[in-house]
């Protein structure tokens, strides 16, 4: 593996000063016992009923954890519950229907409230639908949608029903619909007819259709009208709309299915290393427990709360934060559709404002950008009702850590700044906020009962301070299960490397380098493997290498992150053409359109600078690590050992004279 972002990259990221939790929310925190972190050390694995106690079972537990086969772990494996019915009907029962349970804030300045009553209506109507369709427990069905209230509705009733949802990002392309709908074998889809992208409606469905061209199975579909006349559609065979069969199915109730704890509640396709997505399968009773343990212990959700995650329920982080940890609890969860400067730069702090916000939850991406805007957007709003407010997604640094919290959190909010990944569920990695002091720039320590180790290439703990890979020494509930289809390939991903099956020692590895202090704070570096963030989306590089050298006059490509003034990463492309082929404008487009397609337009390259040939070892491996520098501006280290180090000058040249290999 090609340590692109590890050992000697900004090591020396100073965490500034320690901030201790204000007393003020430590009184009111949910979790505040400094005991917990022994408490859980001392007593595993049924620390984690602490986690399971959260829901409500069908059946009790017994076992907490059978690890007779890792790193096949099955938590609460004799336990049975509906993750539908702890979101919903508990709630109901407890005599909470008539509280607010989504507030949805749409793009045209729309809002819909829904109470935990409303919410359950609609979630049994449209699982009878479902099941009037022909899904089955177990059948996987695609979602395909934007941040619609739909979209949260139709992974409840997909859950109601046992039938494990997968949702695709509504901003992918077709054919990324087509290959995750065809690697999870997906009968049935919900999609819509389209939705507002700055105020021009843009067409899902002709995606959707696309998708399913290439399809060989059968697809009955689902589509929401979301545009009415400002795009009219029609449906065709194996299509049915949203509203009708809601009609249809008005008032019906459909009895939660009891599943058992290890059963799948859903799948989430993430990038990798290789071009393929990797379907990571998330079981019921673990993550269900996992997401809400860390509602309540990390974000310190209160049924009472407003609770906003401003992240896509496309990516897991909306999954577990917006959808299923929040209602688990009972708290009520905002969701908006829009982004953050339409139609102002103010709007996120204007629904803060109005909706009375306890918790902020965002990603380091936006609060970078809301800081090169300037204070005066968050000022011209009252924010005092917030209370904690919290960063996931990437590494933030002291400046817009403690911007964030003086500017929107006033000073006086804890911020949590959450380490965790598609695959770990929920979060691992966090100061417990009514407990930990806070270190900007570092994530703090891992949670109780999580065990993390920074180690080095032979897997030895390195020393405080010092650079390494981040890994986790043992099981937690919220962990993925396996990669859809391929157990094999989910030991070889993440478990082969550090683990010595002979001596019965299993470690998981996350991918990221980090560094762990004296007082077991961590500082996530990065990520080794060919993976980059982009806007809080995951884009592998060959993916969208090879995308681009799909193009007609294309002979290589590499991908890189290139930092850019905002500290947000840009995918920057370094193409080489074959003999005789003009690397013009034409090709630049064609570039584009490819990579739209097959994956999207959040992976359009910000720059796509042309060479005659790309770097390479003399084994003929190109060599990202160096046209990473390159893009970055960084100063180069020897490049004898390449075998053309020529090129590197003439690619210098090239983006001195392009200005940067500029999209313009
Ligand atoms: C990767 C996982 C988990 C929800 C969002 C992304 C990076 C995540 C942090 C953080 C530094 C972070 C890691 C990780 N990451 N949170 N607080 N500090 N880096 O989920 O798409 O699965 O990406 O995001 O590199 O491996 P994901």
């Given at each position: 593996m090609d340590d692109r972002n590890g050992w000697d990259q900004d090591t020396t990221r100073s965490t500034g000063t320690t901030h201790s939790p204000p007393q003020s929310f430590v009184e009111q925190a949910n979790v505040s016992d400094p005991g917990i972190y022994e408490a859980f050390e001392e007593n595993r694995p049924a620390c984690w009923e602490r986690a399971a106690d959260l829901l409500s079972w069908d059946d009790e537990y017994e076992t907490v954890l059978e690890d007779e086969d890792p790193p096949f772990y099955r938590w609460f494996p004799d336990g049975r519950l509906n993750a539908a019915y702890n979101c919903l009907d508990r709630h109901l029962e407890a005599g909470r229907k008539n509280h607010a349970a989504i507030r949805w804030e749409g793009k045209q300045g729309e809002r819909r409230t829904y109470t935990y009553r409303d919410l359950y209506v609609e979630v049994n109507e449209f699982a009878a639908a479902l099941r009037e369709l022909g899904v089955e427990e177990d059948d996987v069905v695609t979602v395909y949608l934007p941040m619609i209230p739909e979209l949260p509705i139709a992974m409840l009733a997909c859950a109601r029903?046992?039938?494990?949802?997968?949702?695709?990002?509504?901003?992918?392309?077709?054919?990324?619909?087509?290959?995750?709908?065809?690697?999870?074998?997906?009968?049935?889809?919900?999609?819509?007819?389209?939705?507002?992208?700055?105020?021009?409606?843009?067409?899902?469905?002709?995606?959707?259709?696309?998708?399913?061209i290439g399809l060989e199975q059968n697809v009955q579909t689902v589509v929401v009208d979301r545009l009415g006349d400002d795009l009219p559609h029609v449906l065709g065979e194996d299509e049915w709309d949203y509203h009708e069969l809601r009609d249809e199915f008005a008032s019906e109730t459909v009895e939660p299915v009891s599943r058992e704890a290890e059963d799948m509640l859903f799948l989430m396709y993430t990038s990798g290393t290789t071009g393929e997505p990797k379907g990571v399968v998330h079981a019921t009773g673990?993550?269900?427990?996992?997401?809400?343990?860390?509602?309540?212990?990390?974000?310190?959700?209160?049924?009472?709360?407003?609770?906003?995650?401003?992240?896509?329920?496309?990516?897991?982080?909306?999954?577990?934060?917006?959808?299923?940890?929040?209602?688990?609890?009972?708290?009520?969860?905002?969701?908006?559709?829009?982004?953050?400067?339409?139609?102002?730069?103010?709007?996120?702090?204007?629904?803060?404002?109005?909706?009375?916000?306890?918790?902020?939850?965002?990603?380091?991406?936006?609060?970078?950008?809301?800081?090169?805007?300037?204070?005066?957007?968050?000022?011209?709003?009252?924010?005092?009702?917030?209370?904690?407010?919290?960063?996931?997604?990437?590494?933030?640094?002291?400046?817009?850590?403690?911007?964030?919290?003086?500017?929107?959190?006033?000073?006086?909010?804890?911020?949590?700044?959450?380490?965790?990944?598609?695959?770990?569920?929920?979060?691992?990695?966090?100061?417990?906020?009514?407990?930990?002091?806070?270190?900007?720039?570092?994530?703090?320590?891992?949670?109780?009962?999580?065990?993390?180790?920074?180690?080095?290439?032979?897997?030895?703990?390195?020393?405080?301070?010092?650079?390494?890979?981040?890994?986790?020494?043992?099981?937690?509930?919220?962990?993925?299960?396996?990669?859809?289809?391929?157990?094999?390939?989910?030991?070889?991903?993440?478990?082969?490397?550090?683990?010595?099956?002979?001596?019965?020692?299993?470690?998981?590895?996350?991918?990221?380098?980090?560094?762990?202090?004296?007082?077991?704070?961590?500082?996530?570096?990065?990520?080794?493997?060919?993976?980059?963030?982009?806007?809080g989306h995951r884009l592998g590089t060959m993916e969208i290498?090879?995308?681009?050298?799909?193009?007609?006059?294309?002979?290589?490509?590499?991908?890189?992150?290139?930092?850019?003034?905002?500290?947000?990463?840009?995918?920057?492309?370094y193409v080489s053409t074959e003999r005789n082929r003009d690397a013009n404008a034409a090709v630049r487009r064609a570039i584009f359109e490819n990579i739209e397609s097959a994956i999207g337009s959040i992976a359009r390259p910000e720059a796509v600078v042309f060479t005659p040939e790309l770097p390479k070892t003399r084994s003929g491996k190109i060599m990202r690590r160096l046209l990473e520098d390159v893009a970055n501006g960084e100063e180069l280290g020897d490049t004898s050992a390449l075998r053309n180090p020529e090129i590197v000058g003439e690619i210098q040249a090239e983006i001195e004279a392009d200005g940067g290999g500029r999209r313009s």
């Open positions: 029903i046992g039938a494990p949802h997968s949702v695709v990002f509504a901003g992918l392309s077709a054919d990324a619909l087509a290959t995750r709908m065809e690697a999870a074998d997906s009968e049935y889809l919900v999609t819509c007819d389209g939705y507002y992208r700055r105020g021009d409606a843009f067409n899902q469905k002709s995606k959707a259709d696309n998708a399913r673990g993550y269900l427990a996992h997401v809400a343990w860390t509602s309540h212990a990390v974000l310190d959700v209160k049924p009472a709360d407003t609770y906003w995650c401003a992240a896509d329920i496309g990516w897991i982080t909306g999954h577990s934060y917006i959808v299923y940890g929040p209602l688990t609890l009972g708290t009520t969860t905002v969701m908006y559709e829009g982004t953050p400067d339409y139609p102002d730069r103010d709007r996120l702090w204007e629904i803060v404002d109005r909706n009375a916000v306890d918790i902020f939850y965002t990603a380091p991406t936006a609060i970078r950008a809301f800081m090169k805007w300037g204070s005066e957007y968050p000022d011209q709003h009252d924010l005092s009702s917030l209370r904690l407010l919290g960063t996931v997604g990437e590494p933030i640094s002291p400046r817009p850590w403690n911007w964030y919290r003086d500017t929107v959190g006033g000073g006086d909010c804890p911020v949590v700044d959450t380490w965790w990944q598609t695959e770990t569920g929920a979060v691992a990695i966090s100061t417990l906020p009514g407990i930990d002091d806070m270190k900007p720039g570092s994530a703090g320590p891992a949670l109780p009962g999580i065990d993390v180790q920074i180690v080095d290439q032979a897997g030895d703990e390195v020393a405080p301070g010092e650079a390494g890979y981040l890994t986790i020494t043992r099981p937690w509930p919220g962990m993925a299960r396996t990669l859809y289809d391929t157990d094999e390939q989910f030991v070889a991903e993440y478990w082969r490397r550090f683990s010595d099956p002979d001596t019965g020692e299993w470690r998981y590895f996350s991918g990221d380098t980090a560094r762990i202090d004296e007082d077991g704070y961590i500082t996530v570096l990065g990520r080794v493997d060919d993976v980059i963030t982009v806007s290498e090879s995308a681009i050298a799909d193009v007609d006059g294309i002979a290589e490509a590499a991908v890189v992150g290139r930092s850019n003034e905002t500290g947000d990463t840009e995918v920057y492309a």
